[in-house]
Structures are given as structure tokens and as C-alpha cells.
């Protein structure tokens, strides 16, 4: 454990504050949006001044590209992770992508946090809309490269498909909060895959 001076030191600044403030944006920008997270509040959360808030992340916009910059190094997103699991076949790892949400079934569901982000900047965030492009793009690859692996005959295509029944399900789970979406999401993609893929997998 720490000492009470290392304790007070990190409840007000000192080491570790840029960490603070990106773990405070995590919460905060999920769960209530960008726009309504003024950075007063992420200060507060973050335990940290304006000063050491600024000399971090001189704007709010630099905080909200490095927050969605981090799903891309130390926290991948968690409805994704499904294609990276070395214990399923391609196939799987497919199909997997749309197993039911784990978790508290009661709380808030806010989706994709990419597609939060562009939404919410309505074209005033070309920069946050660039990386959203960009990762929903390489989703989308990755999918294309899992159908190759799993042996469809035109991966291409499945890939896409594939991808406008996970990016609309999180979507439709996150406007209504209702996870149970990816039920029939998953039906979908089975057929999309049992039709698309050699019969024996």
C-alpha cells in the first residue's frame, strides 16, 4: 500500500493524472455522452486542476481522439474480441461475435463507443469521425480475413454482410437498451453463414 502521502498526492495531481483523466473519460463519455461531459466534470472525476488537465489534453477534442485511440492499444472493445479467440475455429469466431451480452443485463447499454462519438459530433469532429472510419474499416478487414480463413467462397461479401448485422445490432441494443437485439442478430448471422461457408466447417 501506499503511504497518506503518495494517497494525497494522487487524489490531487501528482503522477499518474493524464491516466486519471483518460480513465475518467472512459466513464464518463460512455455512460453520459461527449457533449454532456463538460470538462469540469472530468476534472472532478479525474482528481486533477485545470492546469494539469490542459497540459495533458489542450482541448477537449485532443481528450475525446486519445480516448478512442486507446480501444486501438490497451482496451480493445469487448464486442470484438470474439475474432482475436484462438479456442474457436474461424467459423466460430464468426459466430461468436453475436453471443449474447455478458454482464448486468440492467444497465445502460450505450453501444459502440466510435459510433457514439460520431454521431454526437454531427460533422464538427473531422478528426474523431476520420478515426471511426478508420477502425470500423479495419473491423470490417478483419472480417473479410476470418471469412477468407474459414473458407468462404467470396469472403468479401460476407464480411460486409456480416458487419451490417453487428454494427446495426449494437446500434438497435443501444437506441432501444435492449441487448436481447443480439439474439436475432445471431439467427441472422447463422444463416448468413451456414449459406456462405462449406458445410463441413
Known sequence: MGT????????????????RILRAAAELFYTRGIHATGVAALMKAAHVSPRTFYVHFPTKNALVEEYLRRFETDTPLAAETALERGDLSPAQRLLALFDPMEGDSSALYRGCPFHNAVVEGAGEFPEVAQLAQLHKQAFRDRLVTTATEAGAANPETLGRQLAVIFEGAHALAASCNDTQVFTDARQAAKVLLDAALPTAR
Request: glycine share 18%; charged share 20%; no cysteine.
Open 4 to 19: 497518506p502521502e503518495s494517497a494525497v498526492q494522487a487524489a490531487h495531481g501528482g503522477r499518474g493524472a493524464r491516466a
